[in-house]
């Protein structure tokens, strides 16, 4: 295709350049990637023993943020579905961003995994021809399926964007929608099977509940919405990027709806652990109230519904969501909820007490925090960059040496917004 | 039981099939099985000369290897063994032989909490010493009054005598369960189970991702933290290439039975090392073996029959 050695050369001018603000940002970023990849090389010398990770906690902080960042790349695409139903002007704009994070928040949840595996040079095992995937059956097959299917899929409709308007050309409805449309059902999927992941195990019984995939989904709705309302702020502040307040307050009130839901699912699961009061309460009471003198979740556990059940009011009440700082309070608040909810509130009561009915008292060593904070330093650089190239073409700063700069274009075809 | 081989009626080391796959499967010999030869043909070519690993990273699923890439394979493990112990041992890959279907009957009222087996078991499987301390069976100490209870047993139980009042002691292994979770949930197909029942891994195939040990109900799965601590002089030599040769870091392991012994008409060294007799082992499918007997005059129970894993391991009270 032509132009595109100058597309990569006007994309790199475009990450490079910026003030002092953004090259703070970077540079954080890059601390953190450095943080990362020296705790890393710490864990691939000793061996997973670097973690707190033993036999009866056998997966933990790891794997508790890729459940959350699971969540967050399904929800940010899920956006589409209110910005099309009511007709929000930038539709474009919310497709491209949502996608942006999708493929930031995908990449997290692949290096988290690869972080967490014994042998992740053997990678290819699970790969079809060259390996020897358990498909049907394994349901880790699964969801490197449609982890990596959602991945390509948002590069594919992203790109295929971003490039028709970098070089001035309409973008084709026929091509366009139905992608968006295939998008929906991947990101709910990839979220639903990463519920099933652990919904299916019936050695776990934390885990082994139906109401599991909705409250995934349903907490994804939260958190990822959170983080587009704050960036969509940010946005409108450092480009001429039009996103009208009515649409981040309607953002914000699907997000109350999504929370009651999910408070909702969480006290019916309370509910029947509590009140029919089996064997299987002993997960849940390890969580909310400790077994015996353990008792290192149960902060954290109030701490996560605090954090939600005072968002869910921020985000009800018309005021404070229709004012800035309790809308971002809110989003702050729901981001710190429902992390701690479907992270480390999700696995490690799942393995307390083991499934000999031994404690192991987990949290996570230095080099697991810093592993992490490298994951995040890498994915919130790939989002920095994505965003850097893909709003200058969405505002028509950034074109083809040719190509008319209109600012928000439109689709060709009738019906276009 | 007067003979303490478990093939009743048969002496000697008994008649194991020739190393060799269990399963020939002929249906791996298609297109991806060439894709992949091709691939691993062409690599390693390419990079001859740059030792094992690299061979081992390009060969393809145990099950699919022909006797002679298993042979090789295995030739391979001893070298490495050598490297690495600088000790001679003996890997072999005994198939499962025949009309043989492994059943394991223990004894809870025999059973008095001794953990000898747990270290016979370590020896003989050259589990890690410490850092991680890896122990295939766990001893659950667990109160008279209370039952099998899980939320009343304690595996760290201290001792200076046992069986200590009012407890009693419940044993704990891989259940090798016709219905395997963790068979199931692998991604790889690194675990499979076996003709005679031993549910087996492939060291060199285990991505180390440890979806078996979430699904393993009896916490019968354990994952190599570091590289094994394991003391050159106490390495056991006589190994089988799916059981209990040295594991490298990052892989899980598990009970097999002994199949490095097993296989070869012998006993498990646990069932050998009980001081009281409470461990029981045979073929299922022999009338004369001693775990039908155990199973024909006793009443036996499985471990969370609810979740319907249907183990060939069973308890029993036999008084």
């Not at chain 1, 914000?252 to 019916?268: D, I, S, T, V, W």
């Not at chain 2, 078996?212 to 003391?231: E, K, Q």
């Not at chain 2, 296989?263 to 646990?270: F, K, L, Q, S, T």
Request: aromatic share 12%.
């Amino acid at each position: 295709m032509s132009g595109v050695s100058e597309f990569l050369r006007g994309s790199v001018r475009e990450v490079t350049t910026g003030k002092r603000g953004y090259w703070l940002w970077v540079g954080f970023l890059l601390a953190a990637v450095v943080v990362g990849g020296v705790s890393y090389a710490q864990q691939a010398r000793q061996g997973l023993i670097a973690t707190n990770m033993r036999d009866d906690v056998s997966w933990a902080f790891y794997i508790g943020n890729f459940t959350f960042l699971v969540g967050v790349a399904a929800a940010a695409v899920l956006l589409v579905v209110p910005a099309y139903v009511y007709q929000w002007k930038p539709i474009k704009e919310v497709v491209v961003l949502g996608e942006l994070l999708a493929v930031s928040a995908l990449t997290m949840c692949l290096l988290f995994i690869a972080a967490d595996m014994g042998h992740p040079e053997r990678f290819l095992h699970i790969v079809p021809i060259v390996g020897s995937p358990n498909w049907p059956r394994s349901m880790l097959t699964w969801d490197a399926l449609v982890l990596n299917a959602y991945l390509v899929l948002n590069l594919v409709l992203v790109l295929y964007l971003l490039f028709r308007t970098y070089r001035g050309q309409p973008y084709h409805r026929k091509v366009f929608l139905p992608l968006v449309m295939l998008s929906i059902p991947t990101a709910i999927s990839t979220h639903t099977v990463t519920a099933f992941l652990y919904n299916g195990m019936a050695s776990r019984p934390y885990w082994n509940a139906s109401i599991l995939a909705p409250r995934f989904i349903a907490s994804a709705f939260c958190s990822g919405p959170a983080v587009m309302i704050v960036l969509f702020q940010l946005l409108r502040r450092t480009f001429r990027f039009e996103i009208k307040d009515e649409a981040i307050w309607k953002i914000a009130e699907l997000m109350a709806y999504a929370m009651f839901l999910n408070l909702f699912l969480l006290g019916a699961e309370l509910f029947k652990e509590y009140y029919s009061a089996g064997e299987h309460l002993l997960y849940t009471q390890y969580y909310w109230q400790g077994i015996g003198g353990h008792r290192a979740l149960v902060p954290y556990a109030w701490l996560s519904l605090s954090c939600s059940v005072l968002a869910f009011v921020l985000f009800l009440v018309p005021r404070t969501r229709r004012s800035f700082p309790t809308l971002n309070l809110g989003c702050l608040l729901i981001w710190a909820g429902v992390y701690i909810e479907k992270g480390m509130g999700l696995i490690i009561p799942g393995f307390t007490p083991s499934t000999l009915g031994q404690i192991y008292p987990y949290t996570p060593t230095a080099v697991e925090w810093g592993v992490a904070i490298g994951v995040f330093g890498v994915g919130f650089l790939v989002f920095t960059v994505l965003v850097k190239i893909a709003v200058p073409i969405l505002v028509g700063t950034f074109r083809a040496p040719g190509a008319i700069a209109t600012g928000h274009d439109t689709p060709e075809g009738p019906g276009a917004h | 039981m007067s003979s303490r081989r478990w093939p009743a009626g048969e002496d000697g080391e008994g008649t194991p099939r020739p190393a060799g796959p269990v399963q020939v499967e002929e249906l791996a010999a298609g297109r991806r099985s060439f894709l992949r030869t091709a691939a691993a043909g062409a690599a390693v070519a390419a990079l001859s000369g740059c030792g094992d690993s690299l061979e081992d990273f390009f060969r393809r699923r145990f099950k699919e290897l022909s006797p002679e890439e298993v042979a090789r394979v295995l030739e391979r493990v001893e070298r490495r063994n050598k490297e690495r112990f600088g000790k001679d041992t003996t890997v072999r890959a005994d198939g499962a032989r025949p009309g043989v279907e492994f059943g394991y009957g223990l004894d809870i009222s025999r059973c008095v909490g001794c953990r000898r087996c747990v270290y016979a078991c370590v020896k003989e499987n050259n589990q890690s010493r410490e850092h991680p301390q890896i122990h295939w069976i766990q001893v659950l100490e667990m109160e008279k009054d209370h039952g099998v209870d899980l939320a009343h047993a304690d595996l760290y139980y201290e001792a200076d005598a046992v069986p200590r009042p009012g407890k009693f002691y419940f044993p704990v292994q891989c259940q090798q369960c016709r219905n395997p979770p963790c068979v199931k949930t692998c991604p790889t197909q690194a675990t499979w189970k076996e003709p005679d029942g031993i549910v087996v891994i492939d060291y060199d195939w285990c991505i180390g991702c440890r979806c078996c040990m979430s699904a393993c109900p009896y916490g019968a799965r354990h994952f190599n933290w570091a590289v094994p601590t394991l003391p050159p002089e106490e390495l056991n030599p006589d190994q089988h290439y799916l059981g209990n040769r040295p594991r490298p870091k990052g892989v899980v392991e598990k009970c097999t039975f002994c199949i490095q012994r097993t296989r070869r008409g012998r006993y498990p060294a646990c069932v050998e090392i009980c001081p009281v007799g409470a461990r029981k082992f045979g073929n299922l499918l022999d009338p004369e073996s001693e775990i039908r007997k155990v199973m024909e005059t006793k009443r036996v129970f499985i471990f969370k029959e609810d979740l319907a894993t249907h183990p060939q391991f069973y308890y029993f009270y036999a008084t």
